[in-house]
């Protein structure tokens, strides 16, 4: 069940999945080859419905052990969510599924199993850095609000919109403008006619230095430091299951050589059998003849 040709049929059919379940979102190639879809679709689900059945029975004489691996269960209740029969209102439940067959690919390609691993083993430290940078956010937003927030309502009105802007500044989108908007005030930049007439309590106000400290500061820590924490993280749990999969394969051939040994002794053990009971034929043909010349 583990050869490459196998894994490559698994994965050919995992990418059809893919494609089936995107040329359903045109309504142009539904209504003239949705039949013909459908009936891959179907195709796609039997054959996976199939691949599951067979690894069960690879386990024989225990085929639970193939509920013991976390990717097998996650293979087999998509397959079950595919064959239940939903009622119209539950259909969105149904095309969720046949969306996440597409994850199967995460269960097939043992490189995308490290990187899943990775991923799950930095989410404890992810949660850290999570809180650290919420901080940082929660300082600079209150700080946003009230440097700002008369010049530039738009961006810094309350602690809501101060946060999504600075979002907005962490990620480099365009952040420089909301800098422009506060170092050269709302009035000069930014802000046209129709949206100071919004704003009824807006007080223009340039803050050239302010406004650069501020904002640089915070893409800077936000930016620079924060994400190439998370990058760090993931980088380390990465390394962790890359270890952790070399050391299992070492296992796994030093219990395949040990099997092997064995396998050599008792293949030798069987020649000397072999051999002993030629050469006990021997002996009885020497003895019959000693027999027959007395």
């Known amino acids: 069940m583990e050869s490459k040709s196998f894994t490559r049929i698994v994965i050919f059919f995992i990418v059809a999945a893919a494609v089936l379940v995107g040329l359903e979102t045109s309504e142009s190639i539904m209504s003239k080859h949705g039949s013909l879809i459908h009936v891959l679709d179907a195709l796609v689900l039997y054959v996976f419905a199939a ?3 067979l690894k069960i029975l690879s386990h024989l004489p225990k085929p639970g052990n193939y509920f013991k691996d976390g990717w097998n ?3 087999f209740s998509i397959v079950v969510i595919c064959f239940m029969p939903f009622d119209a209102e539950y259909v969105a439940v149904l095309r969720l599924a046949r969306v996440l067959r597409v994850l199967r690919l995460l269960s097939v390609v043992p490189k ?6 990775a991923l799950l083993r930095s989410i404890p430290s992810m949660f850290y850095v999570t809180i650290l940078l919420f901080i ?4 600079y937003a209150v700080l946003g609000v009230m440097l700002f927030g008369d010049n530039d309502p738009k961006h810094y009105a ?3 919109d101060s946060m999504l802007s600075l979002f907005r500044v962490v990620t480099l989108e365009d952040w420089t403008d909301i800098m422009y908007i506060n170092m050269y005030g709302s009035d000069n930049y930014g802000y046209e006619l129709s949206e100071m007439s919004r704003y009824p309590g807006i007080v223009p106000t340039a803050s050239p230095l302010v406004s650069v400290i501020f904002h640089v500061s915070f893409v800077l820590f936000g930016t620079m430091v924060m994400l190439n924490l998370f990058i ?3 980088m380390t749990g990465m390394q962790e299951a890359q270890e952790e999969t070399l050391q ?3 296992e796994d051939g030093s219990t395949n050589s040990k099997l092997g040994d064995y396998s050599a002794i008792v293949e030798e053990m069987r020649e000397l059998e072999d051999q002993v ?3 006990r034929n021997r002996l009885r043909g020497v003895r019959e003849r000693e027999e027959k010349r007395k």
């Open 232 to 234: 760090g993280v993931i």
């Open 51 to 53: 691949e599951a059945l």
């Open 112 to 117: 995308l199993q490290i990187l899943v691993v």
């Open 73 to 75: 269960v996650f293979d």
């Open 158 to 160: 309350n602690l809501g």
């Open 248 to 250: 299992l394969n070492e």
């Open 136 to 139: 940082l956010f929660y300082i």
């Open 277 to 279: 009971e030629t050469l």
